[in-house]
């Protein structure tokens, strides 16, 4: 059945955010158990009055509910979804959420074909689009959100790659298509969007640089040329990934085509080329503990409890740039391949659609 917070009476389940312009607060509300029972919908502004948007006895079906809360656009509010009653019984909230409308995306030409790039690891605040107080240079990108739509609010359904990725490609929860676990397999019944491409006529490419998004955990599902350079053996080097996926689309440029890129280099070990560590550390005398290709492993066991292994603010300092320095080295490899894209003639006609996997912490 749906999933949702249940709550024996009395009682109160409070929520806390920002209201969305044109917000829509949806849920079902009903009842299980002996006695009567009644749910009730109360939101209030900071600094203002509570106001009771919806109350009503609550059954054995569900009461669908979507309502206005437009009014409260850019204001923090509490919503309070309350159930009240006698008896043993308890009230049931099915899925509450906010809901807007999708924005209207203005297209100059029809669109013929789609890229989607999911980069590994890459943080919202490394971009200056989300955090203008960034450091880091991503002049490709910078244009690409100049020239696009920029979803301020988007967020990974898990935090590590396989569950996120399934959810990318499937549009699916992770509770829904269930690949939680490290040996947990995308089911068969998952339709993934490369077969609804593939289904459609497309051709279809996937140019993947992660363990986890391979055959062996269901990923290959609607490929006309599948690819894992991991599990392939092949580079995971974002200049090689991007030289790959360019020559599939120079094989398919006067067809449709439907283009999966996946790139790590943002993510574990950090190992940038030189000229773009220089860009934010440009020390030639440090000495300490930090080296590119260990990266993965000391963080790993900084994160262990007790710590075994501790960095100092030089260490700190390195790590940073290196990591840094990956996204800046991305970013150019980036530039390189939308120059391909023009150079072909395609980029006018082809969707491009940039996310992440998820973020990465730092000092959290």
């Known amino acids: 059945g749906p999933r949702g917070p249940r709550a024996p009476s009395p009682k109160a389940v409070l929520y806390f955010l920002e209201g969305p312009a044109n917000g829509r607060l949806v849920f079902g509300a009903g009842a299980e158990g002996e006695g009567s029972q009644r749910a009730r919908g109360v939101i209030q502004p900071e600094g203002g009055s509570a106001e009771e948007i919806y109350g009503a006895a609550a059954g054995r079906r569900w009461d669908d509910q979507a309502i206005d809360v437009s009014r409260f656009a850019g204001q923090v509010v509490r919503i309070d979804l309350i159930a009240e009653g006698e008896g043993t019984g308890r009230v049931a909230f099915a899925v509450p959420a906010l809901m807007v409308a999708p924005p209207t995306v203005a297209q100059s030409a029809p669109v013929r074909n789609v890229i989607v790039l999911l980069v590994d690891t890459l943080r919202a605040s490394k971009l200056r689009a989300y955090d203008p107080r960034s450091r880091v240079r991503t002049p490709e990108l910078d244009r690409i959100i100049g020239e696009g739509t920029l979803f301020e609010h988007a967020q990974s359904q898990e935090n590590w790659t396989k569950p996120s990725v399934a959810s990318v490609l499937t549009g699916l929860t992770p509770a829904t298509h269930g690949t939680k676990t490290s040996e947990a397999r995308l089911p068969d019944a998952a339709e993934m ?27 290959d599902q609607g490929w006309d040329e599948y690819h894992n350079y991991i599990r392939d053996g092949g580079s995971t080097e974002a200049a090689d990934v991007f030289r790959a996926a360019g020559d599939f ?73 290196l990591h840094d320095g990956e996204i800046s080295y991305h970013d150019q490899e980036l530039g390189h391949f939308m120059e391909r894209l023009r150079e072909l003639a395609v980029a006018d006609a082809t969707m491009l659609v940039v996310t992440a996997v998820v973020g990465e912490e730092f000092n959290e």
């Open 193 to 219: 969007v490369s077969e609804t491409f593939d289904a459609a006529g497309l051709a279809t490419g996937s140019f993947i640089a992660n363990g986890y998004v391979s055959d062996r955990f269901g990923f």
């Open 249 to 321: 689309i120079e094989r398919h440029r006067t067809e449709r085509f439907f283009v999966y890129v996946q790139t790590i280099d943002p993510h574990v070990p950090y190992d940038p080329p030189a000229e773009f560590l220089s860009m934010y550390d440009a020390r030639t005398d440090y000495a300490g503990q930090v080296r590119p290709r260990m990266t993965g492993d000391l963080l790993e066991r900084a994160k262990r409890t007790p710590p075994g292994v501790t960095f100092d603010s030089s260490d700190v300092r390195r790590l940073t740039a």
